[in-house]
T-cell receptor
């Protein structure tokens, strides 16, 4: 089982809709969760951090964390074509080499249709 | 402007050649990291360093080497022992405390000639 799992997509939504991106993780002790946006050919850019259960809102983005169910999600309201990118979930988790490390999912590709 | 600078942007390696990727940061961050990204995949950790003159292997260190002689600099050498070096290489940094996000440079794309 991978430490951090995401649906690879593509997730296609019409402009103006809400895009919902999901991520599950295996380490129950994880305390730090991040969403990065990566445009094609570019490096990841941090867009949200969340550390406690519940919702955290920043502009059109809302991160949701449920530690009991071990999932974290990202909602993008009023989706724009410029939101089309791959979204990487990252979790600070124990890895099999006996240390805690930022572990990335393989990303979900979002396509916003004009 | 504070940030992480990676160079070159594109690099080509010949058979049997070692190549070095540069990563410099002026954020006064203690920790630096090197990742490899293959098409359609997430990031895999190659090496990381939490303090000057110390570094640790990540998940895929074979065929790579690093040094950390200065706080600002963390160069990565892709040796000839790395038989499949074609990938997008990303350098990141943070203050090094558990739970902090990492911030990335613009990356170096390495290809085999």
């Amino acid at each position: 089982q991978k430490e951090v799992e995401q649906n690879s997509g593509p997730l296609s939504v019409p402009e103006g809709a809400i895009a919902s991106l999901n991520c599950t993780y295996s380490d129950r002790g994880s305390q730090s969760f991040f969403w990065y946006r990566q445009y094609s050919g570019k490096s990841p850019e941090l867009i949200m951090s969340i550390y406690s259960n519940g919702d955290k809102e920043d502009g059109r983005f809302t991160a949701q964390l449920n530690k009991a169910s071990q999932y974290v999600s990202l909602l993008i309201r009023d989706s724009q074509p410029s939101d089309s990118a791959t979204y990487l979930c990252a979790v600070n988790a124990w890895v099999d080499t006996g240390r805690r490390a930022l572990t990335f999912g393989s990303g979900t590709r979002l396509q916003v249709q004009p | 402007d504070g940030g992480i600078t990676q160079s070159p942007k594109y690099l080509f390696r010949k058979e049997g050649q070692n190549v070095t990727l540069s990563c410099e940061q002026n954020l006064n961050h203690d920790a630096m990291y090197w990742y490899r990204q293959d098409p359609g995949q997430g990031l895999r950790l190659i090496y990381y360093s939490q303090i000057v003159n110390d570094f640790q292997k990540g998940d895929i260190a074979e065929g790579y080497s690093v040094s950390r002689e200065k706080k600002e600099s963390f160069p990565l050498t892709v040796t000839s022992a790395q038989k499949n070096p074609t990938a997008f290489y990303l350098c990141a940094s943070n203050q090094g405390q558990v739970g902090q996000p990492q911030h990335f440079g613009d990356g170096t794309r390495l290809s085999i000639l």
